[in-house]
């Protein structure tokens, strides 16, 4: 069972990083709003994945830089449904008040991210900042 999840993981990083290459190289061909969207949203998810794989960012960091690379790791991640929202308004746009709204959401929880003093370790109890 083991074996086969390590497989699931190795297959997975490969589609992700993949399919942020492709829209990489997608926006480079064409330069459109939409490819550039694309590109920007793929190539972050497909940077999580790189990212969060244990030998690049560990399940449990000690220190300045790999607390710091976690966190990194997770602003990523929370960048990455606001930059969904970005190329779907290509194809149809989005009230300025929802733009502001998800702009605004997203960049307090990045800031947060950043703020918090501690993430709780599995098991550990979860501090009111945290929630």
């Known amino acids: ?9 190795y297959v ?3 589609a992700y ?15 459109d709003r939409a490819a550039a969207w694309a590109a920007l949203c793929f190539g972050t998810l497909g940077l999580v994945v790189v990212l969060g794989q244990r030998q690049i960012v560990p399940e449990h960091p000690s220190g300045f830089a790999e607390n710091f690379l976690q966190r990194l ?5 929370l960048l990455f449904p606001y930059l969904l929202h970005r190329f779907t308004t290509v194809f149809r ?8 709204a998800l702009g605004l959401m997203t960049v307090a929880m990045i800031v947060w991210t950043f703020a918090l003093p501690h993430f709780p370790e599995p098991g550990e109890p979860r501090s009111a900042w945290f929630i």
């Open 93 to 100: 746009s989005a009230t300025s008040r929802l733009e502001s």
């Open 73 to 77: 790791d997770i602003a990523f991640l």
């Open 17 to 31: 990083v993949a399919l942020a290459l492709a829209t990489i190289n997608q926006w480079r061909r064409q330069r």
């Open 1 to 9: 069972m083991k074996l086969a999840v390590e497989i699931l993981r």
């Open 12 to 14: 997975s990083l490969v």
